[in-house]
């Protein structure tokens, strides 16, 4: 008895700093990093990750046979994509640079490191449906407030937390294209919880932080984000109109939201130029977008051009991750 609850304990434990790392989105210190939305962060999801390991390995060297990391399809393929990333690193033109990256972006291998650990460790010691569930309540608390903050920075105070007065907010994020995308991660999230919550209050909840998210994914602007949503959306409905045999009556309103997403894609694309559809954030901005002449497209068309070449270089391991300043330097 004492052992189980030692093993508890300490899975208990790590489980703390999970939260922990849900809330990090929110950390901003402006007066101490040069990059305030970014180092912080990072700094800070390292040091839980490492109180996670530290717990995860007392568990592992006591309980080896339950807490052995589990490789499924995707433990596998997290597993393999790290070590594709890891031989791209060392056998690219700048290591040091694939190895660590920089203050502004911190993506390097060091930093993806943490990532696989986090993934392995949360995905072996959270074992039951219950647990993640209140995890997945936890981030769309968390997210939440990020996506709130951003709702205050575009109706309130457009000038909160550096915006300086950005049409596209980025709450405690720092960057518009991290605002949408979170968004997008808290709507999805906030679907499946919905779907499977049991009790009315809580389905109420997981709708509510998904509309956060989805809101998000407005109020930050980004098209990338925005078609992301979309092609998300679409595949979720397609692939349900396809499995759900036996239901037919199911089967015809996901058709039947299909057409209308289809018919109101198209008619807003055919009166793109009115006010109304430029007005709508990350919609307008995308119906109206000409690659090869609007903002920049003509630099963008010439980078992708020069990855291609680069590309035909190193085929297989490429130039190494953070490395594409020296393929552009060569091939511009």
């Known amino acids: 008895y004492k052992y189980f609850f030692m093993q508890k304990y300490i899975a208990n434990i790590i489980k703390f700093f999970i939260v922990g790392t849900l809330f990090v989105p929110l950390v901003l210190i402006p007066a101490s990093f040069i990059f305030p939305f970014i180092v912080p962060k990072i700094l800070l999801f390292r040091s839980l990750v490492l109180c996670m390991l530290a717990g995860y390995l007392i568990l592992f060297f006591s309980y080896k046979d339950m807490y052995k990391p589990r490789f499924s399809f995707l433990g596998w393929t997290v597993f393999l994509f790290f070590i594709s990333m890891s031989i791209s690193t060392f056998l690219g033109v700048d290591w040091y640079r694939s190895f660590w990256d920089n203050h502004e972006r911190m993506l390097g291998l060091f930093t993806l490191f943490h990532f696989v650990l986090y993934f392995f460790i949360a995905s072996t010691v959270v074992k039951e449906w219950r647990d993640w569930q209140w995890l997945f309540r ?3 608390f968390a997210g939440g407030i990020v996506m709130y903050i951003g709702v205050w920075q575009k109706f309130v105070n457009v000038d909160a937390l550096l915006n300086r007065g950005g049409t596209r907010v980025s ?20 679907l499946l919880l919905f779907f ?21 994914v ?31 009556q199911a089967k ?24 109304f559809v430029r007005g709508i954030p990350a919609l307008g901005r995308l119906m109206n977008t000409n690659i090869v002449t609007t903002g920049t497209g003509q630099t963008r068309l010439m980078a992708w051009s020069i990855a291609v070449d680069a590309w035909q270089e190193r085929p297989v391991f490429g130039w190494g991750p953070n490395n594409y300043s020296y393929a552009f330097n060569k091939y511009y």
């Open 196 to 216: 499977k919550e049991k009790h009315i209050a809580w389905k109420v909840y997981a709708a509510f932080g998904g509309i956060l998210g989805f809101m998000g």
């Open 218 to 248: 407005f109020l930050g602007g980004t098209r990338g984000t925005f078609i992301g949503l979309v092609a998300g959306l679409g595949v979720m409905l397609l692939s349900y109109s396809i499995l759900l045999k036996g239901h037919k």
């Open 171 to 190: 709450a405690t994020l720092g960057n518009a294209i991290y605002y949408s995308g979170y968004g997008l991660f808290l709507f999805f999230a906030g």
């Open 252 to 275: 015809k309103v996901l058709t039947s939201i299909i057409v209308i997403g289809l018919v109101l894609v198209t008619t807003l694309f055919m009166f793109r130029s009115t006010t």
């Open 138 to 140: 936890i981030f769309l």
